[in-house]
C-alpha cells in the first residue's frame, strides 16, 4: 500500500550524532519533542484519560521489568512501545451482549486479520489475571470471526461498511472491506490467537456457531487455494505501476503446478508473490490446520471438520518436504522462501512474519531443526538479497520498503530465534539505536542512518518488542542489566 510505503524523513541526525538523541527526538507529529527532562526520559504514552483500553495486568508487568532493566534507555521504550496497541489502537464495546474488540494498525485505520491477532498476542499470558484483559482479547476473536465470514479472502478491514480508497481494485470487493488481498497467513492468526486463548484462559464462549462457520470456511478456501480444480474464485488486479501491487495473468498470479501446497497471491508485506507458494506461510498453515483438528474435536464436536483439517495439513507437510527444502550451493539443505511447483524456487527472505526465520517463533519447527539452522544461516547472510548491513546495524529487509532499508521486526526474529546471549543482546542494542529518539519502534529504518525511517506509528512492531524484552527478562535476565 502506497501508506506503508512513504519514506518518513523525520529530521537530519547524523549517524555520528546519534549519541546526542538522549537530549532531542522526533513526535508523531514531526516536530522535535523533548527525550529526556532533567535527565529523566519523557513518556510517549498518551495522557490516562486518552487511552484507549488499560489493563491494570500489563501496567503491573511494566513496573515489574523495568526494576530488571539496567539502561534507562531501554526502559523507556519498553514503557512506550509494550502497551502501545492498548494505548492507542483497540476500539472495545460489548455488542449484542458480546465482545467486539476492532484494532488498527497505528497510522492506517483499517484492521488487518494478521497484524491484529499479532498486536494482542504479547498480552495473552496476562488474561487469566485480568478479566477485562480477557475480555477484550475475546473481542478479538469475535471480531475476527465477522471478517473472516464477510471475506475469506481478504486482508483488512473497514470497522463498518464505510468503503476503501481501494474500491476501484478488480476484484470483488465490499463495503465492509479496506484490501482484499488474498495472503494465507491472513487465516492462521486468527486461529493461532485463538488457539492461544482456549489454552491460557479455558474460556470456549468465543467458539460459537459463527466461529465455527468460520473455520469451515477456512478449511473451504484453503482447499480453493490448492487449484486442483482451476483458479478457484479469486482474482485481483491494482492500477499501479509497482508489479508487486498487482497480479499477473488477468488477476489469477504467475502459474503453479497443482502439488498439495496452497497458494498464497500476496505475502504478509502485502507484496505480490512471484512463485504463489509461499512457503513459510504453508508451514503456518500446517500448524494451524492441526491446531484447528484439535480444537474441532474438543470444542466443536465436528468430526468431519477434525478429520478435513488433519488430511489437508498431512498434504500440506508431505508437499512442502517435496517441493520446498533444496540444496543450496553454499549453506546444504534449506527452505526456499516461495516454490512454483514447476521445480522452481525462490530464494530469499522476508522481514515480515511469517518469514523463513520466524518458523521456530511462530511453533512450526524447534530451533534446533537441522535445516531451520542451514536456512537460518542462509537468511542472516550476504546470499539473502534483502539482508542489509550498514552503520546502523545489520538485519533483513522486504521488497516492500525498497534495499537498504532494515525491519526492526526482523532483528526481534532473530532475537527470539537465538539462544546465543551475545546475538540476543548485539539484536536489542541495534533495536535500541533504531528508535532513533522517538521512543519507539518503525517498520524500517536506512542501515546507516536509523533516522530516516518508515511508520512512525506501528503498534505491532511496537508491542512486539515488549513481548522481547520479557522473554528475555524471564529467560536471561542478566542482558537487562548490563
Known sequence: MSSRRDFLKNGAISLAGLSLLRGKGFGHSGTILPVTVDGRF???????????????????????????????ELKWLFENCYPNTLDTTVDFQMIDGKPDTFVITGDIHAMWLRDSSAQVWPYLPLAKQDSRLKELLAGVINRQTKCI???????????????????????????????????VDSLCYPIRLAYGYWKTTGDVSCFDSKWHDAMKLVLKTFIQQQRKNGPGPYKFERKTITPEGTLANGGYGNPIKPVGLICSMFRPSDDATI?????????????????????????????????????LADEVESAIRKYALVNHLDFGQTIAYEADGFGNQLFMDDANVPSLISLPYLECLPEDDTVYQNTRRFVLSDSNPYFFKGKAGEGNGSPHTGLGKIWPMSIMMRAFTSSDSVEISTCLRTLIRSNAGTGFMHESFDDNDPSRFTRKWFAWANTLFGELVIKIYEEKPYLLKA
Not at 166 to 181: F, G, S
Request: net charge negative.
Open 149 to 183: 465470514l464477510i471475506d475469506p479472502y481478504a486482508n483488512a478491514f473497514n470497522y463498518g461498511a464505510t468503503g476503501s480508497p481501494y474500491d476501484t481494485d478488480l476484484t470483488t470487493m465490499k463495503p465492509e472491506l479496506h484490501e482484499r488481498k488474498w495472503e
Open 275 to 311: 512463485f504463489p507458494f509461499l512457503i513459510p506461510s504453508n508451514y503456518f498453515a500446517v500448524l494451524s490446520l492441526r491446531r484447528l483438528t484439535e480444537m474441532s474435536a474438543e470444542i466443536l464436536k465436528d468430526k468431519e471438520l477434525a478429520e478435513g483439517s488433519t488430511s
Open 42 to 72: 519523557v513518556s510517549r504514552r498518551p495522557k490516562l484519560n486518552d487511552r484507549k483500553f488499560v489493563s491494570e495486568a500489563v501496567e503491573e508487568k511494566i513496573v515489574e521489568v523495568k526494576k530488571g532493566i539496567h539502561d534507562d
